[in-house]
């Protein structure tokens, strides 16, 4: 049953209001006269504007309790949480549907797909004209940033999807805060987005990055509609940045503070499946916690950095104020941050049912119940053959549920980056850890990150995809002026961050793991923060500056030193192997490759 499809019925919205007569709360003259042309495509039955508040948020999930787009879960045991589920063929990116749309195709790149500006706009116009009636039109004013930032963006949502609404108040700094910021400033992102009848034939996600716009239509999945998230923060953000002279990243943001009291920020980018989050709400071993070693979180997802005039440092904040987190694989001993993050006040997206309201997915607990209903309202038992929650099965939680969020989330001023870290999941070829020799061969580092795209249970190497400092389905223009303005940054940096590489995922023989990955990654963290603070001992390989084998604490762990020179070790063969997989990314950009990866590529050809 498609539960989205509810909301095109008779909406008897809260508080309807004439769709022609605009609340009087919106007073800058270029919003308002864009979304009076947005209501006349649409016609909606009424608009509804969302303000932030807390007693406005609650009579939202009370509405769409009432409708069925939520269920409402044990108030016991999660407070304040709701489950939704999507339509079955609506559950994650719909990558081969997002759109770049420019006036010419090179300003989008090959590595996009590109639909030009009018041509777009008009396929989209006769998907909108009359797409909203029966419903109503959420009016969503958001932030991007913590308020008062140099880097904060406003954008406007006009959607149709209530679930849409109450994420939205969640994973951004959403309501009359955003009009304050704006002002009667023309600089806002125009987001419209609708349901639609939720067809795949029928589903676009086009960004215009000319003109600072996102058009959505016919998926009511996070990534495609939740506007200010990948769409506003990642893909037209970088275009503002390339422009602009800062940057948009697919990264997580995290502090660490040692034993002597100084604390170190680390911008780090991972591909899909390759521990982002839990790098992100990491819990240290506990003689480390002993020891005074405190890890925060100011960000799982996404940065903005930018270049303090005054000091020549990169400085980073998070533009989300929520989560939106894969739950299959989640647990206590996994993430217990995040568990805490979503135990009251979240959304749940997909999971599956218990029989006392609660919710469960693969992995939360290491026995399944015995019964519950699954992610699709259908009966479910282990024996049954289908799995209970959607693999990406999602919770949507506000940040400051988080209780190691860091002191400086919503520092408008944002944080200095000592270090940017690039990982993949490798189980083969690459070391655990490896530092670049400088910020250009580090921007090479990142421009060549590759992961396996599946998990190899034999041991055996799996499909490495290419993905650019994790950026590939994210980068909102040509990744040829992408690369370019990475290392253009570097001249405006007076000291730029050390950038280091590491993959938590290498194999032996058998196929297993040979590092134990989760709160242990501390120790190799520990290694790159005395690197940038210059207490740490490296010696020069083929890839970069790495630690000895001794360099990398190992008490309390099963690990040996020699087993631990196994994982650092580099084969010569193994990376001109992996020279010539990089030629996929090479080809792709046929004579547009930027000269300093050209050289980079050389140099690293004339250490072999």
């Given at each position: ?374 992610w699709t309202g259908q009966p479910w038992t282990p024996d049954c053959g289908r799995k209970a929650a959607h693999p990406n099965s999602r919770f949507t939680a506000p940040m400051c549920n988080n209780p190691a969020l860091d002191p400086a989330a919503n520092d408008p001023n944002g944080v200095p980056i000592s270090a940017i870290v690039f990982g993949g999941r490798r189980s083969r070829t ?104 210059g207490r740490a001992y490296a010696s020069e390989t083929t890839l970069g500056w790495m630690p000895r084998a001794e360099d990398i604490d190992l008490e309390g762990l099963s690990l040996t030193v020699s087993q631990l020179e196994v994982i650092q070790s580099v084969d010569n ?36």
């Amino acid at each position: 049953m498609n539960l989205q499809a509810k909301e095109r019925v008779n909406p008897s919205p809260v508080s309807p209001r004439d769709p022609r007569a605009l609340p009087p709360q919106i007073t800058n003259a270029a919003v308002r006269e864009w979304i009076a042309r947005c209501v006349e495509m649409c016609q909606p039955e009424a608009v509804y504007l969302c303000d932030g508040s807390a007693a406005q948020q609650q009579e939202l999930l009370d509405r769409g309790t009432r409708d069925g787009t939520l269920i409402r879960l044990n108030q016991q045991k999660l407070p304040g949480c709701y489950l939704h589920r999507s339509n079955p063929n609506d559950v994650a990116r719909s990558e081969q549907l997002t759109f770049i749309c420019t006036a010419s195709e090179d300003m989008c790149g090959p590595t996009n797909n590109w639909m030009e500006t009018k041509t777009a706009y008009a396929k989209l116009r006769g998907l909108f004209d009359g797409c909203m009636r029966g419903r109503t039109m959420y009016i969503v004013p958001f932030v991007m940033g913590p308020v008062g930032s140099p880097l904060a963006k406003v954008g406007v949502q006009l959607t149709d999807s209530l679930y849409v609404a109450v994420s939205m108040a969640v994973m951004t700094r959403m309501g009359d805060v955003a009009w304050k910021q704006l002002g009667e400033g023309d600089e806002w992102t125009r987001c419209l987005h609708s349901l639609g009848d939720v067809n795949p034939e029928r589903r676009y996600i086009c960004h215009f990055p000319q003109d600072n716009t996102i058009w959505s239509f016919g998926s009511g999945y996070g990534g495609n509609a939740l506007l200010g998230k990948k769409s506003l923060a990642l893909r037209i953000a970088s275009y503002l940045g390339w422009q602009q002279g800062w940057m948009a990243e697919h990264m997580l943001l995290m502090g660490a503070k040692g034993p002597d009291g100084k604390k170190a920020y680390i911008a780090a980018a991972f591909p899909s499946a390759s521990g982002k989050t839990n790098f992100a709400m990491m819990t240290p071993p506990a003689k480390y916690q002993e020891q005074g070693w405190e890890i925060t979180t100011v960000g799982d997802d996404i940065v903005w950095m930018w270049v303090d005039p005054a000091t020549g440092r990169l400085r980073a904040v998070n533009p989300e104020a929520g989560y939106f987190g894969v739950l299959p694989g989640t647990n206590e001993k996994t993430n217990p941050i995040a568990m805490r993050c979503m135990d009251r006040n979240a959304i749940y997206t997909n999971a599956a049912l218990l029989p006392d309201g609660d919710v469960w997915w693969e992995g939360k607990t290491e026995q399944p119940p015995r019964e519950a209903i699954d992610w699709t309202g259908q009966p479910w038992t282990p024996d049954c053959g289908r799995k209970a929650a959607h693999p990406n099965s999602r919770f949507t939680a506000p940040m400051c549920n988080n209780p190691a969020l860091d002191p400086a989330a919503n520092d408008p001023n944002g944080v200095p980056i000592s270090a940017i870290v690039f990982g993949g999941r490798r189980s083969r070829t690459i070391p655990l850890v490896y530092q670049a020799f400088n910020w250009m061969h580090g921007v090479y580092v990142g421009a060549t990150l590759g992961s396996e795209t599946t998990a190899a249970a034999t041991g055996q190497v799996g499909v490495v995809r290419r993905d650019p400092m994790a950026m590939l389905p994210f980068i909102g223009y040509n990744i040829r002026d992408y690369l370019v303005h990475w290392f253009r940054m570097r001249k405006k940096m007076k000291d730029c961050p050390r950038i280091f590489h590491v993959n938590w995922f290498r194999r032996d023989e058998q196929g297993h793991f040979l590092w134990p990955g989760f709160g242990d990654n501390m120790r190799v963290l520990k290694w790159i923060i005395d690197r940038c603070q210059g207490r740490a001992y490296a010696s020069e390989t083929t890839l970069g500056w790495m630690p000895r084998a001794e360099d990398i604490d190992l008490e309390g762990l099963s690990l040996t030193v020699s087993q631990l020179e196994v994982i650092q070790s580099v084969d010569n063969d193994a990376v001109k192997n992996e020279l010539l997989s990089q030629e996929e990314l090479f080809l792709k950009m046929a004579g547009d490759l930027p000269k300093e990866m050209v050289f980079q590529r050389e140099l690293l050809i004339s250490r072999l």
